[in-house]
């Protein structure tokens, strides 16, 4: 009896003991300890249990490893297996016209050989040199280089168009007329966003503030100018063995379509790395490794870039023709309505399908469409999108395109006409399309730095690599104090 009495003093002792160690809100010391008395914490602080964790707030993960937009990414990849398989099989076509074919046709590939591949490889090389001309030059001297481009592609697509009338041959005298049209409505529409110059030539030469902090930043756009070069080689030889084949000009614009959506994708992948590298920087302070960026342009985010390399040109151009006819307010009342119509349809597309989605398809890993409602929702939110409606760059890229594709046209129309007239026109044709498609490749940085700017903005105003200039802009507008050039938009009635 008296080694029980022992033991339980000794229990007792140990549980006071153990009590006095427990945290004064624990369970276990209010049950126990009746004696003392204990506040009881409210039910707000109280710890749930652990097989019910808190909830912690979705955050978006900036390192998803889904590959977006998967059947657009099919659909390229087959129609590169058949375009390459063509391509392949044209060139052999153009081998054996020379070879085995009759005397009459090996005069013919031997004429086309001597006066046509020569000027489109120039007309190539030419592109490519100016290309990088004229990026290094907008990350020096962006102010200048805006008003630059915007009168150097108006004197340049005149100038063109001037010689090729000089010609005085049909096929020269049409073409020469499309290029003196163009430069026309180039001319009225410089004059047109003026007042537009300033602030877009302040948030160029912000949003290209990081780009020396990467050093490597333009090697994915030295990589696709060099398959592009060499693409570009092999599918001229092909439409040049298309002439041999049978339905020769079907088989030439369907090489036409697919050399465009090539060229197309490969912007949109430069566009993503640049984009992903400079969103990084952003959104987290981090500086992200542009090879990685770049692996991950081609192989997760490429479906997305081949279904907008395939929508956003057309969207942004039917866009600019609604609000064409948008402007044109005649009498007639029906044909008014039909205009109004037609851009609030635009409007609506844009908002599932545009060029700003790229940023967040990079940083996010999100598909094409979810992008573009995402960003477009951010813009809506924080009361920009009339500034990102009235920016320029889309347009400076575009017509930084269009200066390059004027002078190789000048030099390859003059050469031709000295050597082969004949062939002018179309040599013509070609070395603008060639001299465009690679000008727009090497343009995509800056194009895509400036989405970054507007979208990292919209995402957080507040972060601190972000000035003032975005939010004074709006106070201005919002005060009256400065204006911005309408743009044509459809009526809340339709648009919504």
Not at 137 to 151: C, D, E, S, T
Not at 310 to 320: C, K
């Amino acid at each position: 009896m008296e080694r029980n009495n022992v033991n339980d003093e000794g229990q007792r002792n140990f549980r006071v003991s153990t009590l006095q160690r427990l945290n004064p809100s624990n369970p276990l010391r209010i049950a126990f300890n009746n004696s003392t008395r204990v506040a009881i914490p409210p039910p707000s602080q109280t710890s749930l249990p652990r097989s019910a964790p808190a909830p912690q707030p979705s955050i978006t993960t900036l390192n998803s490893r889904r590959y977006t937009n998967r059947i657009f990414l099919f659909l390229f990849v087959l129609h590169m297996v058949l375009a390459f398989g063509l391509v392949c099989f044209l060139v052999f076509k153009g081998i054996q016209g020379l070879v085995v074919a009759s005397d009459t046709v090996k005069r013919k590939e031997k004429r086309i050989l001597k006066y046509f591949l020569p000027q489109a490889e120039v007309a190539s090389l030419l592109s490519i040199t100016l290309a990088l001309v004229w990026q290094k030059a907008v990350r020096v001297w962006p102010g200048f280089m805006i008003h630059f481009i915007l009168w150097g592609s108006f004197f340049m697509s005149l100038s063109a168009g001037i010689l090729l009338i000089c010609f005085q041959t049909a096929p020269t005298d049409g073409v020469g007329v499309c290029f003196v049209a163009f430069a026309i409505g180039n001319g009225l529409y410089a004059c047109w966003v003026n007042q537009r110059i300033k602030f877009s030539t302040k948030i160029l030469i912000k949003s290209l503030e990081p780009v020396p902090k990467f050093g490597d930043l333009n090697q994915p756009t030295y990589w696709m100018l060099g398959i592009g070069f060499l693409w570009m080689s092999l599918w001229i030889l092909a439409v040049i063995g298309a002439l041999n084949f049978h339905f020769a000009p079907l088989t030439i614009i369907a090489l036409v379509l697919s050399l465009a959506w090539t060229t197309e994708v490969m912007r949109n992948v430069v566009n993503l790395t640049v984009s992903r590298v400079i969103s990084l920087y952003y959104l987290r302070g981090m500086q992200a490794n542009t090879k990685f960026c770049f692996q991950r342009a081609v192989t997760r985010n490429l479906g997305s870039a081949c279904l907008g390399s395939l929508f956003v040109p057309a969207i942004e151009a039917l866009r600019i023709v609604a609000r064409g006819l948008n402007l044109l307010e005649g009498e007639d009342e029906f044909m008014f309505s039909c205009a109004h119509c037609c851009l609030g349809v635009m409007e609506c597309i844009f908002r599932y399908g545009n060029g700003w989605a790229f940023a967040q398809i990079a940083a996010y890993g999100k598909g094409f469409v979810q992008a573009s409602q995402d960003t477009w929702a951010l813009f809506q939110r924080q009361d920009m999108v009339t500034l990102v409606d009235s920016d320029i760059t889309s347009s400076i890229c575009f017509l930084t395109g269009v200066c390059s594709a004027s002078i190789c046209v000048i030099v390859v129309a003059a050469w031709t006409a000295r050597v082969h007239k004949p062939f002018t026109a179309t040599i013509s044709l070609l070395a603008f399309f060639i001299g465009y498609l690679m000008t727009r490749i090497a343009m995509a940085l800056p194009h895509a730095c400036v989405s970054c700017y507007y979208v990292c903005y919209a995402e957080n105003p507040e972060n601190r690599l972000f000035d003032k200039t975005i939010k004074d802009r709006q106070n201005l507008l919002k005060s009256g104090r400065d204006v911005v050039v309408p743009t044509p938009r459809a009526p809340h009635r339709l648009s919504s």
